[in-house]
């Protein structure tokens, strides 16, 4: 089973950029096809950014797209979301998924009934 840690949320202006990061340990991660999403007050947990396992096919949210990039590294067991040109609605908790499906294939998971392992979050706030 594997367990998630995100870090790299932070208090930030308008147009700047941030890039989270997510830690995976105790789980083969190179196994787990991995996701990122965010959820503001009030609103529930939306979709951002998504990989299969080794990273080379990805799918995002019209929102975030050309913003954000997501990546990985298998060797350090981490999952990447680069944010670039932030705005004040991209403020949000991020949380990282995983989920191990069993087999490797570049399917990617937008659901987030689709995980089975969270991170605990990290907080975005964008200022205008």
């Known amino acids: 089973q594997v367990t998630l840690v995100e870090s790299g949320g932070g208090l930030v202006q308008a147009g700047d950029s941030l890039r989270l990061f997510c830690v995976a340990s105790?789980?083969?991660?190179?196994?787990?096809?991995m996701g990122w999403f965010r959820q503001a007050p009030g609103k529930e947990r939306e979709f951002v950014a998504a990989?299969?396992?080794?990273?080379?096919?990805?799918s995002y949210a019209d929102s975030v797209k050309g913003r954000f990039t997501i990546s990985r590294d298998n060797v350090k067991s981490t999952l990447y979301l680069q944010m670039n040109g932030l705005k004040p609605e991209d403020t949000a908790v991020y949380y990282c998924a995983a989920v191990n499906v069993g087999y490797f294939s570049d399917t990617t998971y937008q659901q987030p009934r689709d995980y089975d392992y969270w991170g605990q979050g990290t907080q975005v706030t964008v200022s205008s």
């Open positions: 105790k789980g083969a991660f190179s196994s787990y096809k």
């Open positions: 990989t299969n396992w080794n990273g080379l096919s990805t």
